[in-house]
């Protein structure tokens, strides 16, 4: 069966110092992937998807970026972190074919101090 | 934005008593999904229905979509105090597919 590995649970940084958070699927192949971010009561945000090896889109400029060095793995990352940058991350895929739902990892809170 | 719009942006009920959340959206879709998310926690899928589709069903679960008004709802019947939680639709954009767009959410609470 398909897994979705998000880590670490929780995280707090200080301002101006690097991110990377990671996310593995298990049990599929050339899954989409995606980066969400949840401010406190609200929506999700997208911030990145990927529907291959090296393949990043990017939904909104920002202090963040992501890579996908690998089919299953994906990695957000930030050279300096901002306070803005606090919040719940989600990795999420989805199998490569229409009409499919997704599958959600069950996020990183992330306080920037 | 593409954002779908939920409402009402909280819902708070008894339990037994049917919840119904509303969704509505901006351009043309593939499908619409909703998801339901415990506090703190990642989501979870509850149903998807197609854009040829007008209703579907899964258990408690009542999901309608009119296209020509871009809107969908949710019902929960009978509802219990372990449907607390929040609930957000997503639409996956005709434009292409597979990129989930979320709405705000409804936060809905079932009181015993």
């Known amino acids: 069966s398909q897994t979705i590995h998000q880590w670490p649970a929780t995280l707090v940084q200080p301002v101006g110092s690097p991110l990377s958070l990671e996310c593995t699927v298990e049990?599929?192949?050339?899954?989409?992937l995606y980066w969400y971010r949840q401010a406190a009561g609200r929506g999700l945000q997208l911030l990145f998807y990927?529907?291959?090896?090296?393949?990043i889109s990017s939904e909104v400029p920002q202090n963040l970026s992501a890579s996908r060095p690998q089919d299953r793995q994906f990695i957000l990352s930030s050279k300096k972190l901002l306070l803005s940058d606090s919040g719940f991350y989600l990795c999420?895929?989805?199998?490569?074919?229409?009409?499919?739902?997704?599958?959600f990892g069950q996020g990183t809170r992330l306080t920037v101090v | 934005s593409q954002q779908g719009e939920e409402d009402p942006q909280a819902l708070s009920i008894q339990e037994g008593e049917n919840a119904t959340m509303n969704c509505s959206y901006k351009t043309s879709i593939n499908n619409l999904q909703w998801y339901r998310q415990n506090s703190g926690r990642g989501l979870v899928h509850l149903i998807l229905i197609r854009s040829n589709e007008r209703e579907k069903h899964s258990g408690r679960l009542r999901v309608t979509l009119d296209t020509s008004k871009k809107s969908s709802s949710l019902l929960i019947t009978a509802s219990r105090a372990a449907d607390t939680a929040s609930y957000f639709c997503?639409?996956?954009?005709?434009?292409?597919?597979?990129?989930?767009?979320f709405g705000a959410g409804t936060r809905l609470a079932v009181h015993p």
């Open positions: 997503a639409t996956d954009y005709s434009g292409g597919y597979n990129k989930l767009i």
């Open positions: 990927s529907v291959g090896i090296g393949q």
């Open positions: 049990g599929t192949s050339n899954p989409n």
């Open positions: 999420a895929w989805i199998q490569g074919r229409r009409n499919t739902e997704a599958f």
